[in-house]
């Protein structure tokens, strides 16, 4: 690594989170580098849902803020979809219940109860093209994505290091309580479904949801906890299809065209804070966002960009 420390800032982690606070960062002024074990388009990020929805992820008051803020921003990026990979689709959360939600619930727009649920028209975003969208949004205010494997983050040469590492900051920083949720989907050519579906019980891994992207229809899906294989498991993609076309039939003779599997990056809390370095440097951690980092990526890097600022 380079031996000089620079007045830069440093974005470790290629995944929506590390994109998207390096493109709040550079576009408030700051000269910004990205380094990442691997391309965006390798990250947990590229084989998500898209689906924004506050999933997973804790301190529910502080994520409902974070989710209302990045809910505005994806609301603006939708009026270009193509461009952007944003889209604001019809869906129902069955089973869900807005008294059982934080009070961030009552702030989204056109959330209402449904048959057994609870309906709204919610951005869904083609990650692949979301995070080619932000490469080159970051290309244009100057930042360099490199990747570059990070053993130590007080190593990083810069004088400010934000850590956006997501499951890997279990071993760089290091932090025990990050561990994984395994999240498989089958993607299927989409047999005409044009709205979104969820039915989750937060008790059981396992889970039914479909959401329309141009690529195909993703079905899914699972909530394995503390479970690290990447490879999809057969029977496990039987039965996703299986759930799925219990609720839509036409789903159960789709032409299977790809499975994917990501390992969300779960933790008790999302970790959000400052933590100064013996030599004067600043590390901003950034990590943690379980099934939700798509959701809070906005506000997050908000956050993240004053937390890099000197203290008032």
């Given amino acids: 690594m380079d031996s000089e420390p620079s007045d830069e800032v440093i974005v470790v982690g290629g995944g929506v989170a590390g994109l998207t606070t390096a493109l709040v960062l550079a576009e408030s002024g700051r000269r910004v580098r990205v380094w990442a074990r691997e391309s965006p388009g390798r990250t947990t990020s590229a084989v998500a849902g898209g689906l924004w929805w506050p999933y997973r992820i804790e301190p529910e008051p502080l994520v409902g803020a974070w989710a209302l803020e990045s809910l505005a921003v994806y609301e603006e990026l ?38 057994g649920g609870l309906a709204a028209r919610l951005p869904v975003i083609d990650m692949p093209a ?20 990070v053993t130590d983050l007080t190593a990083v040469p810069a004088a400010v290091v934000v850590n956006c590492t997501g499951l890997g900051a279990r071993s760089l920083v290091p932090d025990p309580g990050v561990r994984p949720v395994r999240g498989q989907l089958v993607v299927v050519a989409n047999p005409g ?14 889970s039914v949801y479909f959401i329309p992207q141009p690529g195909g229809l993703l079905l899914g ?22 759930r799925c076309a219990a609720v839509r039939p036409e789903i159960a003779g789709a032409r299977v065209l790809a499975h994917r599997v990501g390992l969300r990056p779960a933790r008790d809390a999302v970790r959000l804070e400052r933590q100064p370095l013996p030599d004067g440097r600043l590390l901003v951690h950034n990590y943690g966002h379980g099934g939700a980092g798509i959701t809070v990526a906005w506000g997050c890097a908000r956050e993240t960009a004053r937390l890099t600022l000197p203290p008032s």
């Fill in 193 to 206: 479904v044009t709205t979104w579906y969820t039915s989750v019980d937060h008790s059981s891994a396992a």
């Fill in 78 to 115: 939708a009026a270009r979809p193509r461009e952007t990979g944003v889209r604001l689709v019809d869906g129902v959360h069955q089973g869900a219940r807005l008294d059982e939600l934080g009070a961030w619930a009552g702030r989204v727009p056109g959330l209402r109860a449904a048959a």
């Fill in 221 to 242: 899906g699972t909530a394995e906890e503390d479970d690290w294989s990447l490879e999809p498991d057969p029977e496990t993609a039987a039965a996703i299809v299986a």
């Fill in 130 to 149: 979301h995070l080619a969208w932000l490469r080159e949004r970051l290309v244009r205010a100057g930042v360099t994505v490199e990747e570059r494997e």
